[in-house]
């Protein structure tokens, strides 16, 4: 068995673009997925019809642009102009400020500004429309308290009929308080890797044997199938675990991710994934005859797995009839496994279940692979 | 024109006989809608959050009700011993909202009441939902059943256009839709061609009289055959599944989409062209077709979030400029004014792959 792992490992050594398909996508990969999936929203271009051009409508433009969340895309003459450029995706928002608006604020009475926000990304416009009321709610109490406004304002805010306070909401972000977007991203994309990776890397190692058809060569070694079987996966998972290394290196030193937990609970469960990956990579290649037919396999695989596993959207997102077909991808336990041990710091008397989960797919997917592999060998 | 049609009815015909490339082509591009469409959004509904009453009062109570009605927020019980950090390094919430002590007292007396909301921001899109969310829900809170006055100085009306309920399947269903023919129609060309290089069938076609334009403008025309099929099957599912129409002028749009078609098919060939063995060509488009497309087009987020250094690459990307045509169309319907611009490009790009691959073709006619 230790000739046949020593020609594997021979075998590997001499096949460049194996080798090159172990380094160079997983740095490839988190490097991108990291850097342009970023969810951050900022610097909207928001276009400005200021009919008013007033201090006070003046300065409600400045609260708005100095927020770090809109920025002025110039100024409009009318709201058709402004209506005209949004569809044309010159800017993202536009605001309106009413003629009368100092007037108004000055007698005592609601003036009424227009917000249009391009919600055609559902996610922009949610937080954008966070933003507009959070900017306005505070203008409001700020002007409030300067008391340059009508009396009429600050009597019915000092003075409430029924003499009820309110309630001050106070929010605390915790775990990533910069609210940096790639640490959500890049630990969903480590799993994606392991897996996605580990099965692209194992179904070309097993085809290759087919394709020479040198598999009665090996079927007549001394060894069983149980040793070939080992002889093939050790080398592998050796190589992919050399990988776990170097992309927890990568995370660590570019993307800068805290690591507040047990790493060594991340490796276990960065093994299994990789074994997990190794099983569905056998598992695919024992369905086919060329490097081809492999590759065109994993391209009916990976959507799946990639995309019910919550490791790029949350999965609290996707509809509710599909999240629990989650729970069967190994990608979404590992997900959570790596999230929470490295962001949050939890240990293993709360992650076992999900290390447990992850184990019993492994052991069901190797089982299945080994399975087929031996029928094919017999 | 003859022998172009002749040399696409060829490449027909061999992609009928391969039952695993046949079923990929047309099959796939659905599921990966389907899958995709519904699966990719960041509208989260239904988070787990803890709450924390400290104060017990009838005052807390209602509040808490306010954050029990609403669709985003799904309340867990939670022991007011436990510290709520705990629920989040369990995973069970993603958010705890702790009511202080004297809130109800202190809204008796017209003061402002302590809440507070503790964010699990491991997911910073998310944890801004949540902060955007209570907030609203809060200030609604204070206009109805707290003192915060009715009159405010300023009063917003926001507007969202063009997909008013916020529907995330408007958004990605378009993206995936250009996805899908970013990624099917050059893997099936790309394999064509590198299969004739592969199994040097190539040697016929140089000895044959058909020049190098012609061949290619044949197998690029069949190819655009199959976009096309994948194209009218998936728009079907955008206008029923998805719910979509066009917005406005569709020209631009339907312009485009043959130039879209011409250009992803040309971009197959140059690849299959470029590289003679299967294998390595699949992988190549899946570069090229998938990932470039899925990061540096926008469509999950938008391509100004991507940083500079990175930003300027997807210029280059051809899936950026179909897909805004894509949702310029169904959503924005800013017309031929808007999207001018993007139609030229991608006949640009398509040009410059129909080139290169010619120019392949060329070379290696010359250097055997």
Not at chain 2, 3 to 15: G, T
């Amino acid at each position: 068995m230790a000739a046949l792992i020593a020609k594997e490992f021979a075998q590997i050594g001499r096949d460049k673009r194996l080798r090159i398909s172990l380094i160079v996508p997983p740095v490839l990969q988190l490097l991108l997925f990291g850097f342009a999936l970023n969810a951050t929203v900022d610097n909207l271009r928001l276009g400005i019809v200021d009919f008013d051009r007033s201090p006070e409508s003046r300065d409600l433009i400045a609260a708005m642009t100095q927020s770090g969340a809109f920025k002025s895309a110039g100024a409009y003459a009318s709201a058709e102009k402004l209506g005209e450029d949004i569809s044309r995706g010159k800017v993202d928002a536009g605001i309106v400020l009413p003629v009368g608006l100092s007037r108004d604020l000055h007698r005592g009475q609601q003036a009424d500004v227009q917000v249009l926000l391009n919600a055609m990304n559902a996610n922009t416009a949610a937080i954008a429309q966070g933003y507009t009321e959070g900017v306005l709610g505070t203008w409001n109490q700020v002007k409030l308290k300067s008391g340059e406004l009508h009396a009429r304002f600050s009597q019915i805010g000092s003075a409430p009929r029924n003499l009820r306070g309110i309630a001050a909401l106070h929010p605390a972000f915790l775990f990533n308080p910069g609210l940096v977007s790639s640490w959500f991203v890049v630990t969903g994309t480590f799993g994606l890797l392991l897996t996605l990776n580990g099965s692209l890397v194992a179904s070309a190692a097993m085809v290759k044997e087919r394709e020479a058809g040198t598999v009665e060569q090996l079927l007549m070694t001394p060894a069983g199938t149980g040793e070939i079987i080992v002889a093939k996966i050790a080398p592998l998972f050796l190589l992919l675990c050399g990988m776990v290394l170097f992309a927890t290196a990568l995370i660590k030193v570019v993307f800068q991710i805290p690591f507040r937990g047990n790493l060594l609970i991340v490796f276990l469960g960065a093994a299994l994934c990789v074994l997990c990956g190794i099983a569905i990579g056998t598992f695919l290649a024992t369905f086919t005859r060329t490097a081809r037919q492999a590759q065109l396999m994993s391209f009916f695989v990976n959507p799946p797995l990639s995309s019910l596993s919550g490791a790029l959207t949350p999965v609290e997102a996707m509809p509710h009839w599909m999240q629990p077909l989650t729970l069967v991808n190994p990608i979404r336990h590992f997900g959570v496994i790596t999230r929470a041990a490295l962001l949050k710091g939890s240990g293993l008397d709360i992650l076992w279940p999900n290390i447990l989960a992850l184990a019993g797919i492994t052991l069901v997917l190797l089982v299945l692979s080994v399975w087929r592999f031996r029928k094919q060998l017999g | 024109m003859r022998r172009i049609l002749a040399q696409a009815r060829k490449e027909l015909i061999q992609i009928r006989r391969d039952k695993l490339a046949l079923t990929l082509a047309l099959l796939l591009p659905v599921g990966l809608l389907l899958l995709l469409g519904t699966s990719i959004s960041l509208s989260v509904t239904e988070l787990p959050i803890v709450v924390q009453d400290l104060d017990n009062s009838s005052a807390s109570r209602s509040l808490l009700d306010a954050f029990r009605q609403s669709i985003t927020f799904h309340v867990v019980p939670w022991p007011v011993t436990k510290p709520p950090m705990a629920a989040f390094t369990a995973n069970q919430a993603r958010a705890a909202l702790v009511i202080e002590h004297g809130f109800g007292r202190e809204l008796a007396r017209g003061g402002a009441g302590q809440v507070q909301i503790l964010i699990d921001a491991s997911d910073s899109n998310t944890a801004k939902l949540i902060q955007g969310y209570s907030t609203q829900i809060v200030a609604a809170w204070n206009r109805t059943a707290g003192g915060a006055q009715r009159l405010l100085p300023v009063k917003s009306h926001i507007r969202l256009w063009y997909n008013p309920g916020r529907v995330t399947k408007k958004f990605y269903g378009p993206g995936i839709f250009v996805l899908g023919l970013s990624m099917f129609p050059p893997l099936l060309a790309a394999l064509a061609m590198s299969r004739e290089g592969e199994q040097q069938t190539l040697l016929q076609v140089y000895v044959s009289s058909i020049p190098a334009h012609q061949f290619l403008l044949g197998k690029i025309l069949a190819f655009m055959a199959i976009a096309a099929a994948e194209w009218s099957i998936m728009m079907t599912l955008l206008f029923t599944f998805f719910d979509l129409s066009f917005a406005g002028d569709p020209t631009p749009f339907l312009v485009a989409s043959v130039l879209y078609a011409f250009c992803v098919s040309s971009y197959g060939t140059m690849l299959g062209a470029a590289i003679p063995s299967q294998a390595a060509a699949i992988q190549a488009v899946a570069l090229g077709g998938f990932l470039l497309v899925f990061l540096l087009s926008g469509l999950i987020f938008p391509v100004e979030n991507i940083p500079g250094g990175l930003r300027w690459l997807s210029n280059f990307v051809w899936g950026r400029y179909y897909m805004e045509i894509v949702r310029d169309a169904l959503l924005e319907g800013g017309g031929w004014p808007a999207m001018w611009f993007n139609v030229v490009v991608i006949g640009i790009i398509g040009s410059v792959f129909f080139l290169l691959a010619w120019r392949k073709m060329r070379r290696m006619q010359l250097s055997i």
